[in-house]
Structure formats: C-alpha cells, structure tokens
C-alpha cells in the first residue's frame, strides 16, 4: 500500500534540545518528499522539500531533512528547539502516478516544546 | 500577494443534508486541491481542478464533487452528508511544479 509513515505522534522536548520527528514512506510513494507544519487553527505551510539532488534539504527556521533511499526514510531534525517551533508536523510524499498535488500524508507528529 | 483563503471557517450541518465551501487560490495560481483531515490524522487527498476539469481524485464517494471557475476559485460540494464527513477541509492552491499553498480551512461539523 502507497504510505507515509510517522513513527511518533508526540514528541515532547525542553527548550534548546536537539530534536528528531522520524518518516518513513512505502516504495511506491513517490520520491518526492515534504514536511509540512500546522499550528492550531491554521492550515498547513511548507517546512522543506525533497525533489532531487543534495539529500539534505534545510529550511529558513533551522530544520533540516535527509533523504534516506535505502532506509526509505525523510527525518526531520533540528538542532536547538524554541518554544516556537511547538506545532504539529506532517510529513508527505507526492501519490506515485498521481496528480502533481495530489499528496499522501502521515498521520502527524505533535512537537511540544516545554521551557 | 494575498493567500488562500477559505469560507466558511467554521459550518454545522445534520446527516443528510448538503454543504459548498468555498476557496480562493492565491493569486497566479491556476490549480486547486481539495483534502479532508479527520481529527487526529493527515490529510487526505479528495481531488484536484486544473483548468476547470477534475485532474485527479482520491478515494472518495462520488458525493464529493467540485467546480473550478474561471478565476480558478474553487467550490467542494457534499451531498447526502454522513457524520464521518466531520473534519477539516483543506484547500491548496498551486502553479505548475510550485509546492501547495494551504488556506486555514473549513471545520465542518456534521449532526
């Protein structure tokens, strides 16, 4: 089955420590890779995008995600959390064969960041 | 630049009874996505208008259906509505290769 897989629903962290919000994708999702954030209330917005070439994407907020092709994975790290980044993170690969926007996403990671 | 936006923001309806929401793309922008997200869960792709024709459709009922007009503004329309239709209506908007843009989207609550 097409699935992206997010292996935590909550991850609780202190302000200032290094986090990890892990994803992994089927091999028919395409390698076409997303993490997208959601504060309350709000819709989604773009963190990052996978589409080719180097890895390691980074983001303007300090995230950063690898691509994994032999782990089929697209972790999302940072290094320094702030109570900021506190939100829920959706982590999306493009449906192999599908629409371009047509995305299939994981059930979410709750990131709470305490002081 | 103005964004995506979406109307209503928050919608109560009974089993049964029929729904539009509404959505704006972000100016240039020429194609629309439509996703529910369900409490507690991911989106989940319904369908997509390019041009105004259905480019794309997940596995929903054919009682989601949709019109794209020729600002490319957008309409999702639910007929017959069942309590599982309860969620989050996302609509994106995006142009050729360029990443989805959300709007903040509609809560519908259904009776």
């Known amino acids: 089955a097409q699935s992206v897989t997010q292996l935590d629903s909550q991850v609780p962290v202190f302000e200032e420590a290094p986090v990890e919000l892990r994803c992994n994708y089927s091999?028919?999702?395409?390698?076409?890779l997303f993490w997208y954030v959601q504060y309350p209330n709000q819709g989604l917005q773009l963190l990052l995008k996978?589409?080719?070439?180097?890895?390691l994407v980074e983001s303007i907020n300090g995230f950063e995600a690898e691509f994994n092709k032999s782990q089929t994975s697209f972790h999302l790290r940072k290094p320094s959390v702030h109570i900021s980044d506190t939100a829920e993170y959706f982590c999306a690969g493009e449906n192999y064969g599908g629409s371009q926007g047509n995305l299939i996403f994981g059930k979410g990671t709750k990131l709470s960041v305490k002081p | 630049e103005t964004g995506v936006t979406q109307s209503p923001t928050h919608l109560i309806k009974t089993r049964g009874q029929q729904v539009t929401l509404r959505c704006s793309s972000q100016?240039?922008?020429?194609?629309v996505s439509w996703y529910q997200q369900a409490l507690g869960q991911g989106p989940q792709f319904i369908f997509q208008y390019y041009r105004e024709e259905e480019n794309g459709r997940g596995n929903f009922p054919p009682r989601f259906s949709g019109l794209q007009f020729p600002n490319y503004s957008s309409e999702l329309n639910v007929n017959a509505l069942e309590l599982d239709d309860s969620a989050l209506y996302l609509c994106a908007s995006s142009l050729g290769n360029s990443p989805l843009h959300f709007g903040n989207g509609t809560r519908l609550t259904v009776t």
């Open positions: 091999s028919s999702v395409s390698v076409y």
């Open positions: 100016s240039g922008h020429n194609t």
């Open positions: 996978y589409l080719s070439g180097s890895t």
